[in-house]
């Protein structure tokens, strides 16, 4: 019989774990509390902007086999599965991740469970919730022993979640028991026959291993981003450096691209859980190596404004800012933790006028800075500008014709934050080019 699988919390990583499943083979239910989502998912449309997903999901909303509801009691019994897919953000004015989502979603689903069934985890969190969670569930439901619970992180990245959901380059099952394990291998059937590797282990690794990717993901930004400012001052190119140590295997070129800092929903805030889950289980050293790093990540930011502050020469006020860029990276409308979005903000609090440009984000970008001006094109943005500054990659940056562009801008001056633009092109056309991280 086809297994079916209930995936609870629908955006990012539900709307891709749903679609995913559902391609797969399995009947999905998604279950989501906000009504007005449901019916948008129901008619096969993503809630956010993501590369190739609402194609999917409007491909098994048709087939049938994937629908959205908002009643838990219709998919307690009805599946063999259940994914937690909820958020976790970081708590308010507090480093440790806010898992009232999780909780809920047991204070919801626990009552209305009363057979054997397999609950699996895949929202990133701190270690040991796995346990609690699970102890929570057998106290919580009618099946009492007989719910399961096990955890198996997702390492999905924004603007490729439909690929990395449907061929993830590892399989983590942090299990409690055999039956466990058996029942992941039969959902993720399709990927291990792809060949995608198995990592089996407890379910504290398994909780481990998400948060110590994304920090060591971070660290290697932060460490190419150090590294910028020693170019500075020493006149080398981080690029090429980061190049040099990428063909080293051991070191690899991934992450290596210095930039604005890292930003997003998932790696400042994972960073931060896993500083404060460290703090709280007394491994005070961690803490230190690690505060470092999101320290570098905030320097960035700074380092940059400097930057274009030198530039523009005098007081920020009475000067125009076009800021080219408002999602935290290219592919995404996600504004979370973005550098662009923080940069053009704060210039804007030293008294400058910032009109922001981004292909995708724009919406998302007003509702959190309502009072910085949006363009609808980067010309649009760039009129009258004393400086410009290129702080997300998106490709139709690095396609402006730098000539032309000169004829809008009050003064031809360039910040490109990104490293990408073509230095020479610019400098040829008459720019002030400055790439901090090369001479
Ligand atoms: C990240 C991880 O890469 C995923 O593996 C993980 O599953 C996900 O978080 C998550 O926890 O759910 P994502 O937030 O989509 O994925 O973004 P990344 O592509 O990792 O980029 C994060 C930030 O680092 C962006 O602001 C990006 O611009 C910046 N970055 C990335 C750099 O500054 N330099 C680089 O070389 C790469």
Not at 199 to 211: F, H, I, P, W
Not at 282 to 300: C, K, P, Q, S, Y
Request: glycine share 8%; hydrophobic share 40%.
């Amino acid at each position: 019989m086809t297994l079916r699988i209930s995936v609870i919390g629908t955006n990012y990583l539900g709307a891709n774990t749903a679609a995913g499943m559902a391609e797969f083979g399995f009947e999905v239910i998604g279950v989501e509390i906000n009504e007005s989502r449901v019916k948008l998912l129901n008619e096969g449309k993503a809630p956010l902007y993501e590369p190739g997903l609402d194609p999917l999901l409007k491909k098994h909303t048709d087939s049938g086999r994937l629908r959205f509801t908002t009643d838990y009691r219709e998919i307690a019994d009805w599946a063999d599965v259940h994914f937690i897919c909820v958020g976790t953000p970081q708590s308010d004015g507090d480093y440790a991740a806010d898992l009232s989502q999780v909780d809920s979603v047991v204070e919801m689903l626990a009552p209305h469970l009363t057979k054997p069934t397999l609950v699996v985890g895949r929202s990133t969190v701190p270690v040991g919730t796995a346990a609690r969670l699970h102890e929570r569930f057998r106290a919580e439901s009618p099946a009492g022993d007989g719910v399961d619970l096990a955890w198996q992180p997702e390492f999905l990245r924004e603007a490729h979640g439909v690929d990395d959901t449907l061929h993830p380059d590892r399989l983590v099952f942090g299990v409690a028991s055999e039956a466990a394990e058996q029942r992941l291998r039969e959902v993720f059937a399709t990927p291990i026959a792809e060949g995608s590797p198995v990592v089996v282990s407890n379910r504290e690794t398994a909780e481990l291993v998400k948060g110590a990717a994304n920090a060591f993901l971070a660290t290697k930004i932060s460490f190419i981003n150090a590294l910028a400012e020693m170019c500075d001052v020493t006149g080398a190119d981080v690029s090429e450096l980061a190049d040099a140590l990428g063909f080293d295997n051991r070191i690899g070129r991934g992450m290596l691209n210095a930039g604005p800092g890292y930003g997003g929903g998932c790696l400042p805030k994972d960073l931060r859980s896993f500083m404060a889950r460290a703090g709280e289980l007394g491994v005070e050293e961690i803490i230190t190596f690690l505060r470092a790093v999101d320290e570098i990540n905030r320097r960035r930011r700074s380092r940059i404004i400097d930057v274009a502050h030198e530039l523009v020469g005098a007081d920020w006020a009475g000067r125009k800012v076009a800021v080219l860029g408002a999602a935290f990276k290219a592919g995404t409308d996600d504004v979370r933790s973005s550098p662009a979005l923080d940069i053009a903000g704060r210039i804007q609090l030293h008294g400058a006028t910032v009109t922001v440009y981004d292909p995708q984000a724009t919406e998302n970008a007003r509702r959190v800075r309502p009072t910085l001006n949006y363009a609808s094109s980067a010309t649009q943005a760039c009129e009258g500008a004393h400086v410009v500054l290129h702080l997300t990659e998106w490709p139709e940056f690095r396609e402006l014709d730098p000539a032309e562009l000169k004829t809008v801008v009050s003064n031809p001056v360039i910040v490109d934050g990104r490293l990408l633009l073509d230095a020479e092109a610019w400098r040829a056309a008459g720019w002030i080019y400055r790439a901090p991280g090369k001479p």
